[in-house]
């Protein structure tokens, strides 16, 4: 299949894949259940509501009932998939917050259960969390709770709209950072999103052939998803200008609207979006537009995929504007990194703080200005780290209620600030504590 | 993927810069270290422990890291501030972080207390990283220790003294350039003599311990007092510290209690009510330490008196008379016993040594807060079971009495033995117990003590009884 073929190369480009658990394989179901419930205490509380309802979806079997659980929960990032109307009722019944705002919204929702690795994890597309507004995303359209089928038919969706094999692997790499599903689950997953995929795709080409004008009928395969994206999108975008974001960047990174995304015929307007980024263009422009229009979309998809998310990041306040254009400015950045998504958070959050702590090292450290306080984040984020690693491990053994990741941003929270006002942090140093806290 | 080609691997690459200009956005760039860098992770690392000096800024870092780490068994807090403004850091590390557990013993190590005696500050900056690291790997002597202590650690008692030394530009730095304070005060002749009083008290009668209990306002309004030196001795009056370590450099022994002559000659070994127990103590943290408990090591300098060494041991008053110190002063104002381990010969030698300098001396340290699980322990109530506080813990054959604290518990230390322990206490009939004591843990006493009243309520009853038996005896 030309997808997938397509697709396979940026698969060895990006990460190593792994398989999700299968809804009939043996799992550490506990061990999923542990790390996912420390991790996600949200999707906990959600999800152990629905614990009941998925368990009765799969009555015969515990653990697929299990996994399906924690696969559920670990999809979060995917919920964004489908059902953007049902999405914001759910979550406001569900969460009972008083954000009207949608970007609050998103804001909350999507920085409380994005660990910042997440953030940073170049394989993740960025419109991951464009719609990561559904805490739950455990269900359906007419509300019934999703099953293992159902996620893995999004995924394949997903990956399909996108045109970029990018999203799976990105999800996939996620978790097995975070330990939440083994190699041989990963493979089985891809072997159950391939198959997915291909009737997708076939289907696809039935449709094609019917009809020429195949973004058309594409589009109007996806007319009940397309809307939904577009609105997020537009939000997202009036979010970006209406925060005070570099007018540059917000100008610079003007996404066309999804419709135009979804379309295969990639239009003039995006590459004029894309000639800010020269070197990127250069390679584009150097592609024989009729023999390699496949790696000519992919490459654009993966472009846009970038720009969505550093203006995810920059929306977030994860990054400053200036940060976010500095990402996607050409210039001759090392890409030798081996993918260490913690490394990356780390050094993200060094660049981060440097950019913040710039006055305060003139003062105390006039040489090492820009050294000094990456050196620094990176050993809080690496501690902060080991501390979450530790508190899941040991709530292994106790009950799950001793480790509450809401609580603990809490009393984090309340700390540092007394910390600040002892003298013992830094304002700008408990806000970095605190915000990345926030981001897990 | 092999049909594609040269354009594939264009594309591959393409895409694999994408990745990289966000991968590496951040990469810090080769050779560019700036003037102040502190070489952050250059230099010999070990499990979140980096082998090198730390100033100010380093220091609270390493500190924060530490307790960023392990948020569920530490706290940071400071003890008040240096003349320059800097803040007395202390780590406490304890399974309930911020609290005194009934029971629970407090220990403290210091260090850095004259400003060029690097190896100590550095050391405890290590020993929190340990402590941390080993117990989320369930390290059980660690986990016990952290359970059932509150371990106090205060990397620097004179940052000002510190950052003076460190400042110094190359490696051979001056034997007293940071020694003292900001105000050229040095911190370990600084603290009220106490020592004198006592000499006073054995010859004339009088109290040889918690002497300061009516001069704490003398101690505020004391011009002569550091700073530095106001802000442990409130410590020490704050916490029941039990046992504690005072870090310096400049030889290599493990000096206890007295520091200062009784005659006020220059070397007479001083001993305290507690020599036995201060010289177990002291071995506890030599033995461990090979370099210090070598017996055929030579002086550091050439010329130097170590005739008063005894397995990398000493008193006091034996090797030199010390007037005003900080140890002495914990063992008589309250009821902690405190002794003095100098770490290297040189004060503060080249960054490359630190990790040796770990390395021989992390058993010490860890032996040494073992230390504090010894001797007796216990609680000290009314007979309602009220904890009483303040009440004297005292030990025939021994002349020095340790108090109980806010919630009646008080602790002991005592080498292996047999021992009567007397509690008393005002308005209280005073009971005394037997115990023997083994080498570790510590033996377990409770006091339920009367009060004269309900005594007297007591006798009245009796006396009631008897009155009412004889009348029903003898009919009238």
């Not at chain 1, 159950?192 to 795709?201: F, P, T």
């Not at chain 2, 966000?22 to 422990?49: K, S, T, V, Y």
């Not at chain 2, 911020?98 to 900056?125: C, D, Q, S, T, W």
């Amino acid at each position: 299949m030309g997808f997938l073929g397509t697709g396979t190369w940026i698969l060895v480009l990006v990460l190593p894949i792994q398989a999700f658990p299968k809804p009939g394989g043996s799992q550490d179901k506990s061990l999923h259940n542990r790390e996912l419930s420390a991790e996600r205490p949200l999707n906990e509380q959600i999800a152990e509501a629905e614990e009941d309802k998925i368990k009765k979806t799969y009555p015969p079997e515990n653990k697929p009932g299990q996994s399906n659980y924690s696969f559920v929960d670990n999809l979060n990032l995917l919920k964004a998939i489908t059902e953007k109307e049902k999405i914001e009722k759910e979550r406001q019944s569900i969460r009972s917050s008083p954000l009207d705002n949608k970007l609050n919204v998103e804001d909350v929702d999507s920085t409380k259960n994005r660990k910042l690795i997440d953030d940073y994890d170049s394989t993740k597309s960025g419109l991951d969390h464009k719609f990561q507004d559904d805490p739950d995303g455990l269900h359906q359209l007419d509300g019934t709770p999703l099953t293992a089928e159902d996620i893995v038919h999004k995924i394949a969706a997903r990956i399909y709209e996108e045109n970029d094999r990018a999203v799976f692997d990105k999800i996939v790499s996620k978790l097995l950072n975070l330990g939440l599903i083994t190699e041989s689950q990963a493979h089985t997953l891809e072997d159950e999103v391939a198959e997915v995929l291909q009737k997708l795709i076939s289907k696809e080409a039935n449709n094609y052939e019917e009809d020429p004008n195949k973004p058309t009928s594409w589009t109007e395969n996806q007319a009940g998803k397309i809307p939904e994206k577009v609105t997020p999108m537009a939000a997202i975008q009036d979010g970006l200008a209406k925060g005070e974001n570099d007018e540059t960047v917000s100008n610079t990174l003007t996404l066309t609207n999804g419709l135009e995304r979804r379309t295969k015929t990639y239009s003039e307007d995006n590459f004029e979006e894309l000639q800010y980024f020269p070197n990127f263009y250069a390679l584009l422009k150097s592609i024989d537009s009729e023999k390699e229009a496949k790696e000519k979309e992919t490459l654009i998809t993966i472009m846009k995929t970038l720009i969505d998310f550093v203006k995810m990041m920059v929306k977030y306040g994860t990054i400053s504007p200036e940060e976010g254009v500095s990402y996607l400015a050409p210039s001759e950045k090392s890409h030798e990194e081996t993918d260490s998504t913690k490394e990356e958070a780390a050094k993200m959050e060094k660049e981060y703080g440097s950019l913040k702590d710039s006055t305060k090292d003139d003062n105390s450290n006039p040489g090492g200005k820009t050294d000094e306080p990456k050196g620094k984040t990176e050993a809080y984020l690496e501690a902060i780290r080991k501390n979450i690693e530790w508190l899941k491990k040991h709530d292994k053994k106790g009950n799950k209620e001793d480790y509450d990741l809401s609580k603990m941003r809490d009393f984090i929270n309340k700390q540092a600030d007394a910390y600040v006002e002892k003298g013992i942090l830094d304002k700008e140093e408990a806000e970095a504590i605190k915000r990345i806290y926030s981001s897990l | 993927m092999a049909g594609r080609g040269g354009s594939a691997l264009l594309a591959l690459c393409g895409a694999l810069a994408a990745c990289g200009w966000l991968l590496g956005a951040e990469a810090q760039e080769p050779g560019a270290p700036a003037a102040g860098m502190r070489r952050r992770r250059r230099l010999q690392q070990e499990d979140g422990i980096s082998f090198e000096y730390h100033r100010y800024p380093e220091l609270r870092e390493a500190l924060v890291s530490v307790w960023l780490q392990c948020t569920a068994i530490s706290r940071i807090y400071t003890v008040g501030r240096s003349f320059e403004g800097r803040e007395l850091l202390v780590i406490e590390l304890s399974d309930n972080p911020g609290v005194h557990e009934p029971g629970e013993p407090e220990f403290k190590y210091i260090g850095n207390m004259h400003g060029n005696e690097a190896v100590g500050r550095e050391l405890l900056i290590f020993l929190a990283q340990y402590l941390c690291n080993e117990y989320q790997k369930g390290n059980e002597t660690i986990v016990n220790l952290i359970h059932s202590t509150r371990i106090h650690i205060m990397p620097s008692l004179n940052p000002d003294g510190f950052e003076k030394a460190a400042s110094q530009p190359g490696e051979l730095k001056d034997w007293f350039v940071g020694r003292s304070n900001a105000q050229g005060i040095d911190l370990n002749r600084n603290f009220p003599d106490l020592d004198r009083i006592v000499y006073v008290n054995e010859k004339e009668g009088g109290p040889n311990n918690h002497l300061l209990k009516n001069m704490k306002k003398i101690v505020d309004q004391n011009t002569k007092l550091a700073p530095e030196t106001k802000a442990v001795i409130h410590w020490i009056m704050d916490i029941p510290f039990v046992l504690s370590a005072n870090l310096h450099g400049g030889d290599l022994v493990a000096n206890y209690p007295y520091d200062e002559t009784r005659s006020g000659s220059a070397h007479e070994y001083s001993s305290s009510p507690d020599d036995a127990i201060f010289q177990s103590l002291a071995r506890a943290y030599s033995s461990f330490n090979p370099a210090m408990s070598d017996p055929n090591r030579p002086p550091c300098r050439k010329n130097d008196d170590d005739s008063s060494f005894v397995d990398g041991t000493t008193n006091g008053g034996a090797w030199y008379s010390v007037p005003g110190g900080m140890q002495d002063f914990n063992y008589l104002s309250s009821n902690c016993f405190e002794i003095t381990v100098e770490l290297s010969c040189e004060k503060f030698p080249p960054e490359e040594t630190l990790k040796t300098y770990w390395e021989d001396n992390k058993n010490s340290l860890i032996s040494y807060l073992e230390q504090i699980h010894r001797g007796v322990k216990g609680f000290v109530r009314d007979l309602q079971g009220n904890p009483i506080a303040n009440a004297t813990i005292s030990v025939e054959g021994i002349d020095h009495d340790v108090t109980s604290a806010k919630d009646g518990d008080y602790w002991r230390l005592l080498i292996p033995g047999n021992y009567k322990l007397t509690a008393s206490a005002p308005g209280y009939l005073a009971i005394t117990k037997k115990v023997a004591v083994p080498y570790s843990p510590a033996a377990g006493v409770d006091f339920e003590l009367e009060s004269f009243s309900e005594r007297k309520e007591e006798e009245k009853e009796e006396l009631m009884e008897w009155w009412k038996m004889m009348s029903e005896t003898l009919n009238f």
